[in-house]
């Protein structure tokens, strides 16, 4: 029903951008908010950021405000997250994620909310 392929991560120098897409392979993409998590080594998984289902309402982690921005087509079933000003601080395997209900009105940031995951991507920002 949801099958979530990441892309587009890598290695940058800090201060660099990158641009992860996340293509859904699924029916019902338009109908499902969507988010950009991230896990770094050590860590607990957390959410960067996320979109509502049209895309006209989006939340930010107060770290990557101002410098990351997520985006969809859902023409396209695809996902985006333009990162920006990266910083080591953000290298981590980001994950894009599908809400694990259909039409919920306003996103949710918490990772137990989603039930569709990506396989991740790494990211890694060196100073």
């Known amino acids: 029903q949801v099958q979530l392929r990441e892309g587009g991560g890598g290695l940058v120098q800090a201060g660099g951008s990158l641009k992860l897409s996340c293509a859904d392979s699924g029916r019902t993409f338009s109908t499902r908010n969507m988010g950009w998590f991230r896990q770094a080594p050590g860590k607990e998984r957390e959410f960067v950021a996320i979109?509502?289902?049209?895309?006209?309402?989006?939340y930010y982690r107060d770290s990557v405000r101002g410098r990351f921005t997520i985006s969809r087509d859902n023409a396209k079933n695809t996902l985006y997250l333009q990162m920006n000003n990266l910083k080591p601080e953000d290298t981590a395997v980001y994950y894009c994620?599908?809400?694990?209900?259909?039409?919920?009105?306003?996103?949710?940031?918490?990772?137990?909310?989603?039930?569709?995951w990506g396989q991740g991507t790494q990211v890694t920002v060196s100073s």
């Open positions: 994620a599908a809400d694990s209900l259909q039409w919920r009105v306003v996103p949710v940031p918490t990772p137990e909310d989603y039930n569709y």
């Open positions: 979109i509502s289902r049209p895309g006209d309402s989006v």
